[in-house]
């Protein structure tokens, strides 16, 4: 049988009396490549966005790319190598965890919208649960980006941890994650510790220590150990304490200067970001978590700024180069390294095969961590 396929088998007898019968069954989804998640030393994690709907299935494309409105359309940039998916489809699911695993990715960070968000109810409720219970999840590991966004009405406002209902949603939300997903023993962990990636946090403000100190009281109650706690901040920012000693770990959200979009000039700018973060964090007994970039297209102002994103070209030759500078300032404390995104067509930043590059970007992954 051939790889990265599900199979339905068709079974027919016949006896001597030419009494005849047959049967039909369907496989369970057979790997197109080999798992490696795992035997790599380094830690290799990918954002995973299971939000995406087709009308075969749901009636409506969902986002596939956004117009300058900020509303759906059906054209994305590039098109899937399987075809505008349905997230909830289970050989979709299994497809993806088949090809991240087989190119070194050891775990996913699936996005979370917190408990109560109406809008993406479907995320948690119906694709989440799917990622988590397909039979090829248990070969690989699982975290959450946490959407900060969804706390304030106006992100660009900050969101702060002043405002009784800001908390409250947080510390709920973190709450939610210990009583239903940290004891799974395929969440990740760091220092025995689950890893939760929180978004944005550049626009955090307010008491935070006390919010992130309820938070982590949360967890221990109902899990009995501490939150893994790695705050992403935007676009190469200076290291400052505010970014840094809340959480246990650093790390930049998408390698990309604001202030100038010159290919050459964001390449040095991210291995001066990288150099700096990691004795920075060191010196605040603190981690650091390098990322490596594709591209980026964002064709709506940033939620938090405003402002319009520079666009970073997509191309293997820029993806190997971020591979190089993340490799090269790799904390030894987790060994983590983490790709923004494996399937955010939208911003066009993602690495998932397509009818255009095939599984160059993979390949490519897959070679920086045979070499390294």
């Given amino acids: 049988m051939k790889g990265g396929k599900e199979y339905q088998l068709t079974v027919s007898a016949q006896d001597s009396r030419n009494n005849k019968t047959a049967a039909q069954f ?9 798992s490696t998640a795992g035997r790599d030393r380094v830690l290799v994690g990918a954002y995973y966005y299971p939000w995406y709907t087709n009308p075969c299935r749901s009636g409506v494309f969902s986002h596939w ?41 050891a775990f996913l960070i699936l996005d979370w919208w917190g408990v109560d968000n109406s809008d993406h109810k479907f995320i948690d409720n119906v ?7 397909n039979p090829l999840a248990s070969e690989t590991q699982f975290s959450v980006i946490y959407e900060s966004g969804h706390l304030v009405n106006d992100p660009a406002g900050g969101i702060d941890f ?20 940290l004891s799974n023993p395929r969440f990740l962990r760091v220092q025995n510790c689950p890893a939760i990636f929180l978004y944005a946090t550049q626009s955090y403000k307010g008491d935070l220590v006390s919010a992130i100190r309820q938070a982590r009281d949360q967890v221990k109650q109902a899990v ?31 390698n990309m200067f604001w202030g100038d979009n010159r290919e050459y000039y964001n390449e040095i700018r991210t291995q001066q970001h990288d150099s700096r973060w990691l004795p920075y964090a060191h010196s605040r007994r603190r981690e650091f978590v390098p990322s ?51 399937n955010d067509w939208a911003e ?22 045979t070499g390294h």
């Fill in 26 to 34: 369907e496989t369970p989804y057979v790997r197109e490549f080999e």
């Fill in 65 to 105: 790319k956004e117009d300058a409105a900020g509303k759906d359309g059906t054209t994305p940039n590039g098109t899937p190598l399987i075809g505008l998916y349905n997230s909830d489809d289970p050989l979709v699911i299994s497809k993806h965890i088949d090809w991240m695993t087989g190119h070194g990715v």
């Fill in 162 to 181: 002043d405002d009784p209902n800001i908390l409250s949603r947080f510390v709920d939300d973190m709450s939610y994650l210990a009583r239903n997903h």
């Fill in 292 to 342: 490596a970039l594709a591209g980026f297209h964002r064709v709506v102002p940033d939620f938090v700024t405003g402002a319009w994103l520079p666009v970073l070209q997509k191309s293997p030759q820029r993806f190997v180069k971020q591979l190089q500078t993340a490799l090269n300032y790799l904390d030894t404390s987790n060994n983590m390294l983490v790709i923004p995104t494996f």
């Fill in 127 to 133: 694709n989440l649960e799917l990622v988590l219970g």
């Fill in 348 to 369: 066009n930043a993602q690495i998932e095969p397509s009818v255009e590059d095939g599984l160059k970007y993979l390949e490519t992954l897959r070679d920086a961590l």
């Fill in 224 to 254: 009995g150990v501490d939150l893994y706690l790695v705050g992403l901040h935007d676009a190469l920012q200076d290291p400052q304490p505010n970014l840094m000693d809340p959480y246990d770990a650093a790390c930049n959200w998408v």
